[in-house]
């Protein structure tokens, strides 16, 4: 233990003396998390509206004005050799404003909308979108038709409507819809967004951290010194570990503060249990980089590799598309991926205080990670001795 105490003190005391690698530590992640926790959302507002109003109204008119003043539309000014999104005449224009991607979505209002309205006829509109981003277009597509049964129901309680009056181009039954929200009731993207990204961003600098750990022992020449010193290989890879683990623990602190007094993110769950399965996932992180480590002959190689494995662990790591939406083989790969078990412990802590039972599956997981990793790291690390 005394051996192990000493070259974890060397460890620490070879990171703060490198002044290159103190900015990377302590300043980059909260950098990184201020900015895309700001950006990093799925919401999706100021649509570019285009309109052709065939009936001009005065029920057409209010109609357009209740997408605008919803905040997610708006009419943009009309672009040289385009015509204005605000008065489309003909299909053609139609066709134009959706090619050149002047407009995100159309709404076109027949002949005789308000006068069919009054009649209580059956009525139609006409909603054109551009669905190149099919995120965008099916949230448009949604936005606009929540307006358009609002704006129904509007007319229907102020009496312009007759009682038994046919919906607005939709043929749902009337469903009375009353909904509360749970875990985030304000709808706050932040919340969500924020204890992901904390943990994503310290699961890469821990995988970044250890794989240039062993390496970089080898390029200043220094490995073979220890390699013959009376330290064994496993004090040496727990002497690689532990400070970087204490290191990551040190960023989760952090970050949760500037998550908690910045952002407002709740923390419903027990810090305990985020802080060892936080543990287990930075010492999965820290064995796959010393496995990297072992594998790379120089600190840039080190650095593609750990990229490769970032590329991958990010995407599948449920934090901007929810695992659920992936195909059933992409699924079982997550299971392989401790960034994926940490953004969903954090959330599941933090935002809806889930206890012990509800997160023993999570642990399992990452507990078989820790000991795959390490073992193929302490395997490959004998192989080079």
Request: net charge positive; charged share 15%; glycine share 4%.
């Amino acid at each position: 233990m005394r051996r192990l105490f000493f070259f974890v003190q060397k460890e620490l005391l070879q990171v703060f003396r490198n002044k290159a690698m103190l900015p990377l530590i302590f300043v980059m992640p909260f950098i990184q998390l201020l900015i895309l926790s700001h950006v990093a959302t799925n919401e999706v507002k100021d649509l570019r509206l285009g309109l052709r109003d065939m009936d001009h109204s005065m029920l057409s008119a209010r109609l357009v004005n209740k997408m605008t003043a919803s905040g997610y539309f708006l009419f943009e000014p009309p672009k040289e050799g385009l015509p204005d999104p605000r008065r489309l005449q003909s299909e053609r224009e139609i066709r134009r404003s959706l090619d050149a991607d002047q407009t995100d979505l159309i709404l076109s209002i027949p002949e005789d909308f308000e006068r069919n309205l009054r009649l209580g006829r059956p009525t139609k509109l006409q909603l054109l979108v551009n669905a190149i981003n099919s995120m965008k277009a099916g949230v448009a597509t949604t936005y606009a038709s929540s307006i358009i049964l609002d704006y129904q129901a509007a007319l229907k309680k102020e009496g312009i409507l007759p009682a038994g009056a046919p919906k607005i181009a939709l043929s749902l039954p009337e469903i009375e819809i009353r909904y509360s929200h749970w875990y985030n009731p304000s709808l706050n993207y932040k919340v969500f967004m924020v204890p992901g990204i904390l943990a994503l961003l310290v699961s890469m600098l821990t995988l970044l951290l250890g794989a240039m750990n062993v390496v970089r022992e080898r390029e200043i020449g220094t490995i073979e010194q220890i390699q013959v010193s009376p330290v064994s290989t496993p004090v040496f890879i727990l002497g690689k570990l532990l400070p970087f683990l204490l290191i990551g623990l040190a960023e989760l602190t952090l970050g949760l503060l500037i998550a908690k007094f910045l952002f407002h993110v709740p923390m419903e769950g027990s810090l305990a249990l985020l802080y060892a399965f936080a543990a287990l996932t930075i010492m999965a992180m820290l064995s796959l980089g010393l496995f990297i480590s072992n594998l790379a002959e120089t600190q840039q190689q080190a650095m593609f590799i750990a990229w490769f494995f970032m590329i991958i662990f990010v995407l599948m790591s449920g934090l901007f598309t929810p695992i659920e939406s992936m195909p059933p083989w992409a699924q079982k790969m997550t299971l392989a991926n401790p960034i994926a078990q940490l953004v969903s412990i954090v959330r599941l802590n933090l935002l809806k205080g889930s206890n012990w039972m509800e997160v023993l599956p999570y642990f399992k997981r990452i507990a078989i990670l820790v000991g795959v990793y390490g073992a193929l790291a302490m395997a490959l690390f004998r192989k080079r001795e």
